[in-house]
């Protein structure tokens, strides 16, 4: 396989890289969320172990070349992998890449796959971060997204966390669900603040193509409400803020010295590499993804070939863009000279109370912020 990877790396330039973020993605799943566009598969007889060996072929390829400072494992749920190909992954990876520097280390869990082995596993691998998808904590809203845990799972799970060591915990949330009404909102901000995790991701429900949510919107079974999703934002905002929660982008929140680095990295236009079916990685002018399709991309690494779905050159305006669109999302904003070429549009947003200054940077204001994809787009 050593011989394959240097033939692979010599024909194709896009594999010899120095992205410092790293992402690797486990699409398995316990049971599908019928909201979710992330590629995903679900866990079944015969399909873990092969795919764990080929994420490990896939990391080979790169050695070297690839030394992250921050790591993020998502899904799927990589958590729904046993404790065995958990261990197996990280020996893997660790063989291959040079993980020393990594003071980052995320993992995506889900709170019905969190157990003691499975906590102080990872912990002994270097992992520091767990983001666990809680979502909602009403069981309704639960079941109308289609999770697989309970409140209860989430209080466990959470102390189980605490207890493997683990001082860097996030914890999802949604609001815009259908049917869910403000109080439910408030209810699950309360409870997730009365637990004290270090971060908190507050998103609003989008209905993305390809998903049962999107058929069921086009069908009129659901209705967007954004008048409703901007007094649930505000609402978070609120009460995020007061009990110490700083936004620092339009949908998460941390504690002092708890943004997430690797976040901030894809938002801040830093070069990342992507391991695992479906994933993405951009590395200077060059952006590819691999095969969305678990069987599909085990085959390819079995045989020493690349698992490309696609790869593009990318053009310098395009990255600047891109930087534009989530510099606006951020709180911190964007430095002036980005948008020197949109001086009237500019203009307009601030007379329209949309733009603000903020320190020697410009930034959305908050009744900017309920509107950041639309201005993105006028300003790109």
């Known amino acids: ?75 799927g749920t990589p958590t729904a992998l046993s404790v065995s190909q958990l261990d197996r992954l990280f020996q893997g990876l660790h ?26 596993l990872l912990h002994s691998h270097g992992v520091n971060r767990v983001s666990m998808g809680v979502q909602s904590w009403d069981p ?25 060591g683990y001082d860097n915990l996030n914890l999802d949330l949604i609001y815009g669900v259908p049917g869910q009404t403000l109080a439910q909102w408030e209810d699950s901000l309360h409870r997730t603040i009365a637990l004290q995790p270090d971060h908190i991701s507050a998103y609003c429900l989008t209905y993305e193509e390809d998903t049962e949510y999107f058929e069921r919107l086009q069908r009129g079974e659901f209705r967007e409400n954004t ?14 803020s007061a009990a110490g929660y700083a936004q620092y982008e339009i949908s998460n929140y941390a504690k002092p010295g708890r943004t997430c680095r690797h976040n901030l990295a894809y938002w801040e236009g830093a070069d990342y590499l992507g391991l695992g079916p479906s994933a993405w990685s951009t590395v200077g002018e060059r952006r590819w993804q691999n095969i969305p399709d678990t069987a599909a991309y085990v085959r390819a690494l079995q045989a020493g070939v690349r698992p490309l779905a696609e790869e ?30 949109q001086r009237d549009l500019v203009a307009s947003l601030r007379e329209e109370g949309l733009l603000e200054d903020h320190g020697p940077r410009v930034r959305l204001t908050d009744r900017g912020r309920l509107l950041a994809d639309e201005i993105a787009a006028q300003l790109i």
């Open 140 to 164: 309704h809203l639960l079941e109308v997204l289609g999770r697989v845990h309970d409140a209860e799972q989430v209080r466990r799970s959470f102390s189980i966390l605490r207890a493997a």
């Open 1 to 75: 396989m050593q011989a394959q990877a240097e033939q692979l790396v010599t024909r194709h330039p896009s594999l010899v890289t120095g992205a410092k973020h790293l992402y690797l993605h486990i699409p398995f799943c316990l049971q599908i969320c019928p909201y979710c566009s992330f590629y995903k598969d679900i866990a079944g007889p015969g399909k873990a172990d092969p795919l764990v060996e080929a994420i490990i072929r896939e990391a080979e390829l790169f050695g070297a070349n690839c030394v992250p400072e921050t790591i993020f494992i998502g899904g």
């Open 312 to 341: 593009e050159i990318l053009p310098a305006e395009t990255r600047e863009a891109e930087k534009i669109a989530f510099g606006l999302r951020m709180n911190a904003g964007l430095d002036p000279l980005q948008l020197a070429g």
């Open 227 to 240: 008048d409703q999703d901007a007094v649930f934002f505000e609402r978070g905002v609120e009460l995020l």
């Open 95 to 120: 063989r291959h890449l040079d993980l020393t520097r990594a003071g980052e280390f995320t993992i995506e869990m889900n709170p019905a796959t969190v157990t003691a082995r499975k906590a102080e």
